[in-house]
Each structure stands twice: as C-alpha cells, then as structure tokens.
C-alpha cells in the first residue's frame, strides 16, 4: 500500500508537471505539423464520430464532417485522438491534443479549467422508454423511475435536480439503450443527436415527450491558447453563414429550428465567470460509494471463500470427471481478464436469459474470479500438510472427511490465512472495475465527482485515502497472522 500511495502521488504530480510541459499556444504547433489534432471517443460515439461498418479504417460522423470543414478552412489536415470520453478534459489539459470535441457540453465548471470556442450545436434532452411503456409520457413522469443517462452532463444534472429519480450512469449511450430494451431501467434521458440515432431506428424502443432543456456543444481549448481559438471561433462562423454548417446537419438528419440560434453567439465570446465547486460537498457522497465497496468486497470475498474451497476438494479428492472440471474453471477464470468476465455475466447473460442486476452481477464476478485464486492457495495449504498426518488419523478409523475437517484443514489454515487476507485487500482495489456495469462504488462515485467539478487531483487524494482506510487494517492483521505463523513453526 506504500508503494501504491507513493505511485498514486507520482502520478498525480507527473500530469500537473506535463500540463506545464505542455503550455504554450497550440496554434503554433498547428502550424508546424499542419495537423489540427481533437480529441474524441469512437467507441459509442455515433452519430457524433464513430467507426464506419462498410469500411473500418474510416470514422464518420457529423463532428467528423465538422472537424474536415474547419481544417479545410484553416488549411490544416483534421486529426482525431482517441480517448475515453470522461478523460477528454484531463487529456486536453496534459497536452494530448489541442482541442476537445467530441458533444463536449459547455459548463461553468469546465468553464473554470479550460475554454471554448463558439457554440457549433444547440442540443436537448430527450426521453426515450420501451414501446410497451406507457408509464412515462413527459419529464415530470420519470419520478420514482430508474432513469440511465451518462455523467457529467447537462441531462444528468437536470434529473438530479428533478428529485426522486434512480439515475443509473453509464459509460456510453450503447449501454444505457442496451439496458433499458432489458428492462433493467425505466427509462433513458440523453442529448437529442443520441436518442434520434440509437433510440430513433429501434422498433423496441420510443422517444417520448417533447425535448426538455437546453445546452450548447463546442470544441474545448486550453486557456493558453487564445489564437487557436480565433481561429475556430472565425472558421465556424463562415460555416454558419455560408450554410455548410446546415448541411452537415441536414446529412445526419440532425438540423432543428434550435439551430438558428447559433448566430446570436458568434458575436460573443463563449467565456463567462466559472463557479467555484467546492469539493467538501462531495464527501458524503465518496462515503456512501465505500459502503458500496466494503459491501461488496465482503460479499464477494465470501463468495470467493466458498466457491474455492469446493474447487480445491474438487481438485484434490474428486473424482476423474471432478477433477477435470474443476482445473478447467480454475485455468479458464484465471486466463481471462476480470473486466471480460464482468462483461459477460452483466451484458452477455441476459441473451440467454440470464438477466442479473448491476450489483449481483458485480458479486458474482468478483467472486468467482477471486474463488480460482483462492482455490490454489487452499490446495497449496492443504498438501503442505506432511501425508502422514492423514495416514494417521485413517489409522486410527477416521474418514477421508474427518481427517480433512479435524486433522489437514486446522494445520494447513497457518499457510491458508495470510496470502487469502493478500487476496482480500487486493479484491478491495478490484471492486472499482465494476464502476463498467453501473454499479457505484467508491471510484465510480471519484470519477462522477471529478468530472464534474475537474477536482481530480484533491478528490483524487481523499478517495485513495479511503481505500488507505479500509485495506491497511487487513494489511496489519495479515503480516500478524504471518509473523505468528512464523512463530508457531519455530516452536
């Protein structure tokens, strides 16, 4: 855990010291490469940009079109970086390229890190539910319901805001419309350009309600790079002005009346005085996500107990067939990564029927990934036993069984005890994997936090402290179970 702080600091301290390496006007690096790089994510990012199915190598997209406007504008070639959507911001503060856009919703709190270029999209937010549901039919009816949306966004805030709604956060728009034809939430609230190129097409699925709310999409810059931002804020507007900009919109089917708004802004500067979060608000919240985590970890880890030791008496005491069975699932767990895994129980399952909800699917798959480990520890405790120990309880009339609970089990639980208490504080820091099927534990609720107040680095160091908190006291109690381990073998 030493070494884990001391990393955590390291890297923290890495991205500030690239941030200040990275400092200086991007336009003049624009102009040197003649390449106008923008960060954006292709996974689940239609109809904004994403991977073209008749052509793989090629990305589409109206922001794609936009991008290719703008640098045929500026006499530059449009290149995207990949990236996760939530890290657009970080990434574009480190440096990793010069603007963000990629449906990047203008907010204070961004406001208060980086700037923006003129608006080139008025956006809504949409209400999509099944075509059997006739439940909801406006905003106000998504109370009590179970709503997905994603985070750091207009459509999340709006529903926070709306009061007594279960809001479900997602990592993409794919997700939350996957899971709402599986009725595992009530409801979808997203961007209008989503709803119409997800929800639009699928006969399982409606668009409900006319768009509620109203935001702005524009390209994020670093606030050292005011000549970049000239430089798009003039290409958008010739865009506008000559229709280009509509007919891109028009192409994807994305044009509305909200569009001629637009022109009210290309007179103004997109900057305005950011509001100060603090992050003391979001505590309680970093609170309640490692309950979640401590709930799970405790359940899984009984799980894990449970099902290992059954696949080590399987493996030592089974027969043929058993203990076949049982290294197959050991090796198969053990092969495979464990965010697959919670990949295939929470989205593969339910295509055979097999619908779990978020935070079953999470112990589950800890579980039994942990189990296969814990499996070879008991196995490695149970043959440290000399053989002739149960020679000799079978000599004097006990059962295989017997001799395993009364004589192997209590000896072998010295060797056993340490490395499954290393197993445990390790399965504390894995929980935070199933942040990728909606549950909320503790790094979920970090990045939610962060993204929407850009305090990673502070938030970040109150969330690594609670991990401290919560593993370190089984990081004491396992070296003074190996250190009187140790001890009774001396003597």
């Given amino acids: 855990m030493k070494f884990s702080a001391f990393r955590f600091f390291f890297l923290s301290l890495l991205t500030l010291v690239a941030g200040f390496a990275h400092a200086g006007e991007a336009w003049d690096r624009v102009m040197k490469t003649g390449e106008l790089r923008y960060g954006t994510d292709p996974a689940g990012g239609a109809p904004y940009l994403f991977q073209d199915k008749h052509n793989p190598d090629r990305m589409i997209g109206f922001e794609v079109d936009l991008m290719e406007a703008i640098g045929k504008r500026l006499g530059v070639t449009a290149k995207p970086v990949a990236i996760d959507w939530d890290q657009l911001v970080p990434a574009l503060m480190r440096g990793d390229f010069d603007i963000a856009l990629n449906g990047l919703e203008v907010t204070d709190e961004r406001k208060g890190m980086i700037s923006f270029s003129h608006p080139y999209y008025i956006f809504s937010q949409q209400i999509t539910v099944r075509q059997d549901d006739a439940r909801v039919k406006k905003f106000e009816d998504l109370r009590g319901r179970r709503v997905g949306t994603?985070?750091?966004?207009?459509?999340?805030?709006?529903?926070?805001?709306?009061?007594?709604?279960?809001?479900?956060?997602?990592?993409?728009?794919?997700?939350?419309?996957?899971?709402?034809?599986?009725?595992?939430?009530?409801?979808?609230?997203?961007?209008?350009?989503?709803?119409?190129?997800?929800?639009?097409?699928?006969?399982?699925?409606?668009?409900?309600?006319?768009?509620?709310?109203?935001?702005?999409?524009?390209?994020?810059?670093?606030?050292?790079?005011p000549i970049l931002r000239d430089k798009l804020n003039a290409a958008l507007k010739k865009l506008y002005s000559l229709g280009e900009l509509k007919k891109i919109y028009d192409k994807w089917d994305l044009w509305t009346q909200n569009q001629e708004k637009l022109s009210g802004f290309f007179n103004d500067s997109a900057q305005t005085g950011a509001a100060e979060v603090s992050i003391l608000k979001f505590i309680p919240l970093l609170l309640q996500g490692a309950s979640v985590t401590i709930a799970i970890s405790v359940l899984a880890m009984a799980l894990a107990v449970g099902a290992g030791?059954?696949?080590?008496?399987?493996?030592?005491?089974?027969?043929?067939?058993?203990?076949?069975?049982?290294?197959?699932?050991?090796?198969?767990?053990?092969?495979?990564?464990?965010?697959?895994?919670?990949?295939?129980?929470?989205?593969?399952?339910?295509?055979?029927?097999?619908?779990?909800?978020?935070?079953?699917?999470?112990?589950?798959?800890?579980?039994?990934?942990?189990?296969?480990?814990?499996?070879?520890?008991?196995?490695?405790?149970?043959?440290?036993?000399?053989?002739?120990?149960?020679?000799?309880?079978?000599?004097?009339?006990?059962?295989?069984?017997?001799?395993?609970?009364?004589?192997?089990?209590?000896?072998?639980?010295?060797?056993?005890?340490?490395?499954?208490?290393?197993?445990?504080?390790?399965?504390?820091?894995?929980?935070?994997?199933?942040?990728?099927?909606?549950?909320?534990?503790?790094?979920?609720?970090?990045?939610?936090?962060?993204?929407?107040?850009?305090?990673?680095?502070?938030?970040?160091?109150?969330?690594?402290?609670?991990?401290?908190?919560?593993?370190y006291p089984l990081a004491i109690w396992s070296r003074r179970l190996e250190a009187n381990r140790q001890h009774a073998i001396i003597y």
Avoid: W
């Avoid at 008496?313 to 043929?320: E, H, I, P, R």
């Avoid at 990949?343 to 112990?363: H, Q, R």
């Avoid at 395993?404 to 399965?427: E, G, K, M, Y």
């Fill in 150 to 225: 994603m985070a750091a966004t207009l459509a999340k805030d709006m529903l926070e805001e709306h009061g007594q709604i279960k809001i479900v956060t997602y990592p993409g728009p794919i997700e939350i419309y996957g899971d709402l034809e599986l009725g595992r939430i009530d409801a979808a609230f997203l961007d209008t350009p989503m709803a119409a190129f997800y929800a639009g097409p699928k006969p399982s699925l409606k668009n409900v309600g006319e768009p509620v709310g109203e935001g702005l999409y524009a390209a994020g810059l670093r606030k050292d790079s």
């Fill in 309 to 471: 030791f059954a696949l080590c008496v399987a493996k030592l005491y089974g027969n043929k067939f058993l203990r076949f069975l049982s290294h197959a699932a050991v090796e198969i767990i053990r092969g495979t990564p464990l965010l697959l895994q919670l990949y295939v129980i929470y989205y593969g399952l339910p295509t055979l029927g097999i619908k779990l909800n978020a935070f079953v699917a999470a112990v589950l798959g800890i579980g039994l990934n942990y189990a296969a480990c814990e499996s070879e520890i008991y196995r490695a405790g149970i043959l440290s036993v000399p053989k002739g120990q149960d020679e000799a309880a079978r000599s004097i009339g006990m059962s295989a069984r017997q001799s395993l609970f009364h004589i192997i089990l209590p000896q072998a639980f010295r060797v056993i005890l340490p490395p499954s208490t290393n197993d445990f504080i390790a399965l504390f820091k894995d929980t935070s994997l199933v942040s990728v099927i909606t549950v909320v534990e503790l790094t979920k609720v970090y990045n939610q936090a962060a993204l929407s107040s850009l305090h990673f680095l502070e938030l970040g160091f109150i969330t690594a402290a609670l991990y401290f908190a919560m593993s």
